[in-house]
Every structure is written in C-alpha cells, then in structure tokens.
C-alpha cells in the first residue's frame, strides 16, 4: 500500500515471539536450526517429493555455509545463483520481471557498496545493516516503475515525483495514514542523532531546557511537528494522479481486535465530494460493539497452487527439451541413472575436484596473486607505485615492525596540534599507531618543534576542519587516510596542510594528491579550487607541488599504468 505495510511489524513479532516459545526453557546448543529440521523432518505425512525437495534444500544449504568464509560479494552471487533467482527471471514473461531483475542488481550493488566502503566486514555485519535499514531507514533503493501496463505497488516515499492516471490510495485508515505512532525523538532515543548535530535542525523543534517543562514542550512541539510531516505525506499521496484518483480504508485487521475505519484523511476526501454533489462509492462506520470476524478462522487456500502460469509452462516446457536432449545421448556419454537427491550430491562432488585442482595448479604455480586488502593508506599506496612485487610480499607474508620512538613522537605532535586547535582526543596520543613521520628524536626535540610551530604562519590561523576522516575509491580499491589540517583559500577554495617534522623536504606529493582529490569529492569542491601543501615545521616553509593528479591519473596508478613522481 501506499501509505506503507504499517502490519507488518504486528505479523513479525507474533512469528519471532512463536518461535521463542517453541525453544522455551530448552539449552541453547539443543536447539534445533531450520538446516536440521530439513535433515530430519520427522515422521509426519510429507510426499516424497516434499522429503526429496527437503533434502535438496538441506544440502543447498550446507554448501553455501561453506562458503561463508569469502568476500561477501561473492557469497551473495553464490546464493543468487544456486537459488536459480537470476534463471528465474530471465525466463519470465510478465512486464514487471524487467524491474525485478533491476532490483536484484541494486540488492547486489548495495552489497558491492558496502564491501568497499566498510573494508573487511562479515556476514553477521551485513545481516545487522540490512535489518537495521529495514527496521529504521527507508530501505534500499528500488529500481525507477518501468512503463509498462502494469500495476505499480510503492510507498509514498518512492512515488514523489511521479504520475500516473489512475492512483489507488489504500489503508487511509486511523491510526495508519496519517500515522499516530510515536517517532523516537533525541534526547530519548538513544539511537537518534541529536537535534542540534543535525542539517536539518534549524526546522525541527529543539529542546529548550532540562526542566520537566522543557521536555514537556518538546514533545508537544513534536507531535505537531509529525503531523504536519504526515500532512505532507498526504499531499503527495493525493497528487499522484493526473485524472483518478481512488481512497479507500477497511474497518478490520487481523492484528487488531477493534475496528479502525476511515481516517481524518480520507474524511477530507468524503467532505470535498460532498461539496462537488457527489457520494462515495460505499461508506462503512466501524461498529460500536462487534468482534473481529478476521479471528474467527483462516480461510484455506490450497497448496502448492495448481494453476500453472506462464512462467511455470515456460520451464515445463524447457525441462522437456532438457530430457529430450538427454535421451538422444550416445550410451558412453549417458549420465547414470540417478534421482534428483543422487544427482545434487555428484554436482557437490564435481565442483569440490574442480577447487581442488585449483588450488593444486595455484600451489605449484610460479607467480602467487596476492589480493590487495579492504583498504588502503596514502603511504601504502606509494609503496604499491614504487614496488608492487616487494609490496605483494608484504602483503602476502607480513612480519612485524620494531618500535619507532622517533614515530612515537610524531605521533604526539599530531596530537599536540589538534589539541591546539580544539580538537578532542579520543584516546592517548601514546596509544595511537605512529603516522611516520620520523625525525624528532626525544622529548627536548619535540618541545622544540613545538615552540617553532607557535612562532610559524599557522600558528594563529584557524583551521576549517583538523585531521578530517576520508575514504576514496580508485579503480574499486578504497584508499582511507585522515588529512591533518584544512583551511580556507579565499572564498570557494581550500587549502589542504600536512605537516611535516622532518629534517629534509623529501615528502612523497602522492599523499597530496590523494588528499585533494579526496577532499574536493567530499565537498564538492571543483578540483582546480583546492591547493595541497607540506608545512616542514623545523623549516617553517610551505611547499606547494605542482602537477598533482587528478582522479584519473591516480586510478591510472592503481591499474599499474603510470608512475607518478616520488
């Protein structure tokens, strides 16, 4: 519906609170899984082919379990294609199996998207972020509604913007559309940002003070607010349609046991017809005393359906040409005579021998590929530039580090200017890794760079932002790094800084460039308007590279194509 499967929450905590007491007061590892109800399904009257396709989903199952340890693009495109839902839609003829097959891209996609962005995540993570976004965000993005004559199903959200001739507006019932349910509001909530750390604060209410009165007012202030959100809603939900417009409302739903009718919303629409002279098709005032006929009983419909459509005809039909195909098979090449349960399980053994014999030709293989990890810093991506066999070996057999005390104290000069300009520490600066930046040799050396950093050009000049976060992704690879200060450079423009401790001016200008192209996409900022420098602290010069690249010469370097200066 339109307005949103408002029920759905009521239908998933009456499944899971089922399910919790189903397994009530047994030991957690007694438990029993769903992949062990499919290997043991009992002795209740199942066909045989119920236990066949029980079976074959059981082992399905157990097979990509094992794959659970590669990246989580893979496994996704694992799932997709044992559960055949790509062969699926391909073979559908209806109108809609276009925007289905582009909403299985997108669901891929999203998984692509948050692989790279997040670096080496789990699949436990990737579960909790698409439970989270279904339960508090608004989903992932849905492919656009094709053009095809079709019924289009999407939530008020997904229709702004668009048109239709004829609009079926449905549930606009109490409590529903326009929604009475309390939003989590900050500071309550403690999973909400607060209001003033919002963009949008400026048009939400805020809280005043810490009194009773305060919150009081707040949450009246709120509720208002809410309601002129869902009055919004409502516009949009209303001029959808060029010419129809249909509202319709029900008095009964199955997870409620007293009736609902007709919303304040759809009241408004009975109340214009009346002013055009017009009536409603049909009207329902909910009943005063009466049960809930939804719970009197459930309505049995029959299972498996019998009717075939013509996707199901489609594969019949090409299952046939399958067997015909195979009857006509010379007796050498005539596959044994096996079920479909025997012949799941040779499938498992035949791409088991082929990893087998991938690994074997891999371990005796001259050149070993190393993948490259999650992410990447600025410093290791020099080293990727100037050495990538001696990088890959890094890589693939890592030794530790011995301690840099002289790292250790470029660390805390970091901290000491951040410090400085306002910046809160979240940790020690002895506990954070040592950013390399060698060359201050004792404490009496860094209270020196200190001390010259005060009497420098920055030392009274304040920063836009210090030591601001980035991820940046060239050629698919994601390259992270923190950039230790940003200043303003005019009106439109930036000036990123790294400082730097060392003796001599020999910093590699990769890690600016990378800075800057990284800076101006985060801010879309146009490339030619952000200046990247070196402040050698001991010196107290600035030196401004020249030449730096652009995006398209650092994704050059990491396909290995170019060089660019060290």
Same mark, same amino acid.
């Given at each position: ?13 009456? =499944? ?10 047994? @030991? &957690? ?15 209740l009257?199942?066909s #045989? ?9 059981? %082992?399905e ?10 990246? =989580? ?9 044992? !559960?055949?839902?790509?062969? $699926? ?29 997040d670096?080496a ?18 989903g ?10 079709s019924?289009k ?19 606009? !019932?109490? $409590? ?27 048009? =939400?209410?805020? +809280? ?15 509720r208002a ?13 209303f ?6 417009? *249909? ?11 007293? &009736? ?12 214009a ?10 009207? =329902? ?9 939804? +719970? ?7 299972? &498996? ?10 594969? /019949?039909?090409?299952a ?37 014999l ?22 290791? +991506? ?37 410090a ?12 954070? #890794? ?5 060359? /201050?040799?004792? $404490?009496? @050396? ?21 030591e #601001? ?10 390259? %992270? ?14 000036l990123?800084?790294? *400082? ?5 001016a020999?910093a @590699? ?6 800075y ?5 996409e ?14 050698y ?23 290995? $194509?170019?060089?660019l200066?060290?």
């Amino acid at each position: 519906e339109l307005a949103g499967d408002a029920g759905r929450g009521d239908r998933e905590a009456d =499944l899971h609170a089922a399910l919790q007491a189903a397994v009530a007061g047994a @030991d &957690p590892t007694e438990v029993v899984a769903l992949s062990d109800a499919l290997s043991d399904p009992g002795d209740l009257p199942y066909s #045989p082919q119920a236990r066949e396709r029980f079976t074959l989903l059981a %082992r399905e199952l157990r097979a990509l379990r094992g794959y659970t340890g590669e990246s =989580l693009l893979d496994l996704v495109r694992r799932i997709v294609d044992a !559960c055949g839902i790509d062969v $699926e839609l391909d073979s559908s003829v209806s109108p809609a199996a276009r925007a289905r097959r582009d909403n299985l891209d997108l669901f891929v996609k999203a998984v692509a998207e948050f692989q790279s962005l997040d670096g080496a995540v789990t699949l436990p993570a990737l579960l909790a972020y698409l439970t989270a976004e279904d339960e508090l965000g608004n989903g992932l993005d849905v492919a656009t509604p094709s053009e095809a004559d079709s019924v289009k199903l999407l939530t008020v959200h997904r229709a702004k913007g668009l048109e239709w001739d004829a609009v079926f507006v449905a549930g606009v !019932c109490r $409590e529903r559309f326009p929604s009475t349910q309390g939003r989590s509001r900050w500071p309550r909530g403690h999973a909400v940002l607060p209001t003033p750390l919002r963009g949008d604060a400026a048009d =939400l209410p805020s +809280l005043g003070g810490w009194a009773n009165t305060d919150v009081t007012t707040l949450n009246e202030e709120s509720r208002a607010h809410d309601a002129v959100e869902e009055l919004r809603l409502g516009y949009v939900a209303f001029t959808r349609a060029r010419h129809t417009l *249909w509202v319709s409302s029900h008095v009964w739903r199955p997870s409620r046991q007293k &009736p609902v009718g007709p919303s304040d919303f759809q009241q408004v629409v009975r109340e214009a017809l009346q002013s055009w002279g017009e009536r409603p098709d049909a009207w =329902l005032d909910p009943p005063a005393d009466e049960p809930n006929p939804l +719970l009197d009983g459930r309505r049995a419909v029959p299972w &498996p359906v019998d009717e075939q459509t013509a996707e199901a005809l489609r594969r /019949i039909e090409a299952a046939e040409l399958v067997r015909e195909a195979a009857a006509t098979l010379d007796d050498d090449t005539q596959p044994a005579d096996l079920d479909l349960v025997e012949t799941s399980l040779v499938a498992e053994w035949d791409a088991e021998l082929d990893r087998l014999l991938a690994e074997a030709a891999a371990d005796g293989a001259d050149v070993v590929d190393v993948p490259l990890p999650a992410s990447l810093s600025a410093t290791a +991506l020099a080293r990727l530039r100037d050495d990538r066999d001696s990088f890959a070996r890094d890589l693939a057999r890592p030794m530790p580090r011995p301690p840099s005390p002289s790292a250790r104290f470029g660390t805390r000069f970091h901290a000491w200017v951040e410090a400085r300009f306002g910046q809160q520490e979240l940790m020690d600066p002895d506990e954070l #890794p040592g950013r390399g930046d060698a060359g /201050i040799d004792d $404490e009496d @050396d860094l209270q020196e760079l200190v001390r010259l950093f005060e009497k420098g050009e920055f030392a009274e000049r304040v920063p836009e932002a210090v030591e #601001p976060p980035f991820a940046l992704v060239l050629a698919g690879q994601v390259v %992270r790094g923190r950039i230790d200060a940003v200043y303003r450079d005019g009106s439109d423009g930036y000036l990123l800084v790294d *400082w730097k401790t060392n003796r001599h001016a020999t910093a @590699d200008p990769l890690q600016l460039a990378i800075y800057r192209v990284a800076w101006a996409e985060l801010t879309g900022t146009p490339l030619e308007r952000v200046r990247a420098a070196f402040y050698y602290v001991r010196t107290q010069t600035l030196v401004e590279p020249s030449g730096l690249d652009d995006r398209t010469g650092l994704e050059a370097l990491m396909r290995g $194509e170019t060089a660019l200066p060290g």
